[in-house]
C-alpha cells in the first residue's frame, strides 16, 4: 500500500512537469524553431518534455533532500547543453579520444559533468567512503541508462516507470524520490509515445538522475554495490541496450 507520503511527491512532480510543458509550448524561448527537432522517424516533435521534466523531477527530489534535487538539476543542465551543442559521435570511447587530442566535446561535458554531480550528491546521500563513491556511480549510472533507452517514443519514460515502481512500496525518502520520478515520466509519457515531444539528453538524464537517487536513498551498501556492477555493465554495452530498446514494443 502506497502512502500520503509517497504520493505526494508523485502528484507535485506530474503537476510541475504538465505545467512547464505547456508553458514553454505556449511562449517558447527563442521562437518554436528552436526548440523543435527530427525524431527516429523524421517527424517533427518539440524538446518541451526535457526542461518541464527536469524542473519537476528536480523539485520533488529536492522536497525529499536538497542533494538529490541539485544532482537531477544538474544531470538536466549537462543533457540541456548536449541538446543545444551535441555533435553526431556517440559513446564514451569516442568523446575520450576526441579529449586526448584537445577536443571538449558535449559528450565529455556531460560525462565528467554528471559523474562529479552523482559524487557531490553520493557524498551527502551517504555516510561511509565507500557508500559514497557507489552513491556517485549510481546516481550517474542510471542518468546514463535512461539516455541509452530514449532510442524511440516512450522507452525511457516507460522505463522510469518500470525500474521505479518496485521501489513506491518501500517506505522512507527512496519511495519518495521513485514516486517524483515516476511522476514526471508518466507526465510526459502520452506526448511522448504520440511523438508530440521528446525528451531529449535534458529529460532522460534528468529522469535517470532521479531514478538513481532514490535507488540509493533506499538500499544500503550490497544492494548499491548490485545496481552499481549492473549499472557499470550496461554503460560498456550501450550499443546493445540501445539496440535492444529500438525492439522494444512500444
Known amino acids: 500500500m502506497i502512502d500520503k507520503r509517497t504520493c505526494r511527491p508523485l502528484l507535485l512532480a506530474a503537476a510541475l512537469t504538465r505545467a512547464g510543458q505547456a508553458?514553454?509550448?505556449?511562449?517558447?524561448?527563442?521562437?518554436?524553431?528552436?526548440?523543435?527537432?527530427?525524431?527516429?522517424?523524421?517527424?517533427?516533435?518539440?524538446?518541451?518534455?526535457?526542461?518541464?521534466?527536469?524542473?519537476?523531477?528536480?523539485?520533488?527530489?529536492?522536497r525529499v533532500h536538497?542533494?538529490?534535487?541539485?544532482?537531477?538539476?544538474?544531470?538536466?543542465?549537462?543533457?540541456?547543453?548536449?541538446d543545444v551543442a551535441g555533435d553526431h559521435r556517440r559513446?564514451?570511447?569516442?568523446?575520450?579520444?576526441?579529449?586526448?587530442?584537445?577536443?571538449?566535446?558535449?559528450?565529455?561535458v556531460k560525462l565528467f559533468g554528471i559523474s562529479a554531480a552523482g559524487l557531490a550528491a553520493g557524498a551527502v546521500l551517504k555516510e561511509r567512503p565507500a557508500d559514497k563513491l557507489l552513491a556517485g556511480i549510481v546516481i550517474?549510472?542510471?542518468?546514463?541508462?535512461?539516455?541509452?533507452?530514449?532510442?524511440?517514443?516512450?522507452?525511457?519514460?516507460?522505463a522510469v516507470l518500470v525500474l521505479g515502481a518496485p521501489g513506491l512500496v518501500r517506505e522512507g525518502p527512496g519511495a519518495r524520490?521513485?514516486?517524483?520520478?515516476?511522476?514526471?515520466?508518466?507526465?510526459?509519457?502520452?506526448?511522448?509515445?504520440?511523438?508530440?515531444?521528446?525528451?531529449?539528453d535534458t529529460g532522460a538524464h534528468a529522469l535517470g538522475a532521479a531514478l538513481g537517487a532514490a535507488v540509493v536513498a533506499g538500499n544500503r551498501r550490497a544492494g548499491?554495490?548490485?545496481?552499481?556492477?549492473?549499472?557499470?555493465?550496461?554503460?560498456c554495452c550501450g550499443d546493445r541496450v540501445s539496440a535492444l530498446a529500438r525492439t522494444l514494443p512500444g
Open 91 to 108: 559513446g564514451f570511447r569516442a568523446h575520450l579520444r576526441a579529449l586526448r587530442h584537445g577536443e571538449i566535446t558535449s559528450g565529455a
Open 177 to 200: 524520490l521513485a514516486a517524483g520520478a515516476m511522476g514526471a515520466a508518466a507526465a510526459v509519457l502520452p506526448d511522448d509515445v504520440g511523438e508530440r515531444v521528446m525528451l531529449g
Open 140 to 158: 550517474a549510472g542510471s542518468a546514463h541508462l535512461v539516455n541509452l533507452l530514449d532510442v524511440r517514443p516512450g522507452r525511457a519514460a516507460g
Open 23 to 62: 508553458v514553454l509550448r505556449a511562449a517558447p524561448p527563442g521562437g518554436r524553431a528552436r526548440w523543435e527537432r527530427s525524431n527516429h522517424a523524421g517527424r517533427a516533435v518539440g524538446l518541451y518534455a526535457g526542461p518541464a521534466v527536469t524542473v519537476g523531477a528536480g523539485i520533488a527530489a529536492a
Open 224 to 235: 548499491l554495490l548490485a545496481h552499481a556492477v549492473a549499472l557499470v555493465a550496461a554503460a
Open 66 to 82: 536538497p542533494a538529490a534535487g541539485a544532482a537531477v538539476l544538474a544531470a538536466g543542465a549537462c543533457g540541456a547543453y548536449d
